[in-house]
């Protein structure tokens, strides 16, 4: 590895453990998220319960409000990573002494982890309150994790760009929609065949492609988004 | 340093929105002087420090900034400077040696001149930045300005929050960044005492 590089991925690192340790201890963004997660999920059981209709019926309905949850969870506490900066004030230092794409690298990661974590308490939590069998584990996991990446990259590129910007919640939705749109009906669709035992290939294809182009476009426009 | 290193700088303009905070400012600070920046509140002192910074672009005018002859760009300048200014705020979720460690990893350096800063401005390493004083934050600033030792240093209000001792702190910091070479831009720099002003800059409301 180059000294570049490894330099760049020092500053990406030291950016992800910052975030970690500061989200530790105030733990903000992991109580919203997950009291958010947590309570629609509650709702959501409750007032549909194990539905009475055949597997058929609910493997078609039942991703689709998982995909929901999580969606709102993560809209919930992922504009955060960069608005709170702005808000205290700590991205001036940060334009100051930080690479703009290894800072977008850390804070993607941190994000990731984030959701991550949602996610692995969730879904169970969803598929046990909801009584619904998965068919093929290895692909609803597959489809979670490729769903999952692209919800907290396009979410991070999303704060990024409402970060100074008044009105942040707002804006990350309005901004949010048309790129989280295909995604998530692809995640649904993805969720959907693994419940059923259908085949997700197509959609797990498009979900990693959807997650390498936000990426990519991530530390592209990232530098141009972050400087004056 | 080089002689080469140097700040030069014409027709500054900024607005924000209507409002014209900066009309045409210019200016020119070479190794081992201080340009000083003087005016009321409101007159654009820090609006021009933060150009020269690289953290707001000019609407018009010229910034050329070399070291060793090099001309940098903005991008280049925003990461050389040493910047301090009353907005600049570090985490106040981490210690004061979990702060300037991060900037440390940030900039590549080694822990140690992190922590031979901390002591220079005398600081408790184990502190929460959110428990320090108005004052220790301060010195806190200064030490994520000098941390990486740069050529140029851009203090806004350097000595706000103060007392004699931050002061005689503030002012053998900044004689010591001269003696070694470096240039600096000082805004409202009413009590320090500013050894080799290059020029006074006194912007108007």
């Known amino acids: 590895m180059s000294r570049a590089a490894s330099t760049w991925l020092s500053e990406a690192v030291a950016v992800f453990t910052k975030d970690w340790r500061c989200e530790l201890r105030t733990r903000y963004a992991l109580n919203t998220v997950l009291l958010f997660a947590l309570t629609t999920l509650v709702v959501v059981s409750v007032a549909l319960g ?10 078609a309905v039942l991703p689709m409000l998982l995909w929901l949850i999580l969606l709102f969870a993560a809209a919930a506490g992922l504009p955060r990573v960069f608005g709170h900066e702005e808000e205290k004030h700590t991205a001036t230092a940060l334009r100051l002494a930080a690479t703009p794409s290894a800072l977008f690298a850390g ?19 969803f598929l046990a309150m909801m009584q619904l ?35 942040q919640s ?8 048309p790129v989280l749109l295909p995604l998530l009906l692809l995640a649904i669709a993805a969720t959907r065949a693994a419940v ?19 990426t990519i476009v991530g530390l592209m426009l990232f530098p141009v988004i972050w400087n004056p | 340093m080089s002689e080469a290193t ?11 929105g209507r409002l014209r905070v900066l009309g045409g400012v210019g200016g020119r600070v070479a190794p081992g002087e201080v340009l000083a920046v003087g005016g009321p509140n409101g007159s654009g002192k820090s609006t021009l420090l933060k150009c020269l910074a690289g953290l707001l672009a000019p609407d018009r005018g010229r910034i050329d900034y070399r070291e060793d002859g090099e001309s940098l760009d903005t991008a280049a300048r925003r990461h050389r400077v040493g910047f ?15 702060n300037i460690g991060f900037f440390c990893r940030l900039r590549g350096l080694p822990a140690a001149r992190g922590e031979e800063l901390r002591a220079r401005v005398g600081l408790p390493a184990e502190r ?49 960044h001269l003696d070694a070479g470096g240039l600096a831009v000082v805004a409202n720099p009413s009590h320090l005492e500013l050894p080799r002003v290059a020029g006074r800059i006194d912007l108007a409301l």
């Not at chain 1, 489809?143 to 396009?154: E, S």
């Not at chain 1, 707002?170 to 949010?176: D, R």
């Not at chain 1, 997700?200 to 936000?214: C, I, K, P, R």
């Not at chain 2, 301090?84 to 979990?98: G, M, N, W």
């Open chain 1, 107 to 125: 804070k993607l990661a941190f994000s990731l982890v984030l959701f991550f974590a949602i996610e692995a308490l969730t879904a169970p939590l």
């Open chain 2, 6 to 16: 140097l700040l030069d700088f014409a027709g500054v303009v900024r607005a924000f």
């Open chain 1, 170 to 177: 707002t804006l990350f939705a309005v901004l949010s929609f």
């Open chain 1, 50 to 59: 194990p539905l009475g209709a055949d597997q058929q019926a609910r493997g």
């Open chain 2, 84 to 98: 301090l200014s009353p907005d600049l705020a570090l985490y106040q979720e981490l210690s004061v040696a979990e």
């Open chain 2, 128 to 176: 929460l930045c959110g428990a320090l004083s108005s004052g220790m934050r301060q010195r806190l600033r200064w030490a994520f300005a000098l941390l990486h030792r740069p050529r140029l240093l851009l203090l806004d209000e350097p000595l706000e929050h103060f007392d004699a001792a931050g002061v005689a702190l503030a002012a053998a910091l900044l004689a010591e």
């Open chain 1, 196 to 214: 059923l035992g259908g085949d997700a290939g197509a959609e797990l294809t498009q979900l990693v492609l959807y997650d390498a182009s936000m």
């Open chain 1, 133 to 167: 069998p998965v068919a093929h584990p290895g692909r609803f996991v597959a489809a979670l994790a490729a769903g999952g990446y692209g919800l907290a990259a396009a979410s991070t590129l999303v704060a990024a760009i409402v970060g100074q910007a008044r009105g």
